[in-house]
């Protein structure tokens, strides 16, 4: 099991920033040998969730979809096994619950079986 656990949402203005935290363990095992990568969702009301951005465990490579490249970037603190979203630039229409997600070596691409509870994320005009 990965245990996943969000910060650091809240409510700012348009054209703010925020960064978000997600510390990621995993019970009994080694967290590099379980972990494929993490990745940031997020949820408006009355929407389907959305993929934001990717950061693979083992290449340290990353991806943010290209919708939101220049605004958001995904980075990691290896030592601590956290995944880090700064968010730029926000607008209005960022405003969601924001997810952390966990992907496990061998599940295919885009298949994340762990989640975090989320936090708020509110951008007011």
């Known amino acids: 099991q990965v245990q996943l656990v969000e910060s650091g949402g809240g409510s700012v203005q348009t054209g703010d920033s925020l960064k978000l935290s997600c510390a990621a363990s995993?019970?009994?095992?080694?967290?590099?040998?379980?972990?494929?990568?993490l990745a940031w969702f997020r949820q408006a009301p009355g929407e389907d969730r959305e993929f934001l951005a990717t950061f693979n465990w083992r290449s340290g490579t990353t991806y943010v979809s290209e919708a939101l490249k220049g605004r958001f970037t995904i980075s990691r603190d290896n030592a601590k096994n956290m995944v880090f979203l700064q968010m730029d630039y926000l607008k209005p229409e960022d405003t969601a619950i924001y997810y952390c997600?966990?992907?496990?070596?061998?599940?295919?691409?885009?298949?994340?079986?762990?989640w975090g509870q989320g936090t708020q994320v509110t951008v007011s005009s």
């Open positions: 995993v019970s009994g095992r080694t967290f590099s040998q379980y972990v494929m990568g």
């Open positions: 997600a966990a992907r496990r070596i061998g599940r295919p691409s885009h298949t994340y079986d762990f």
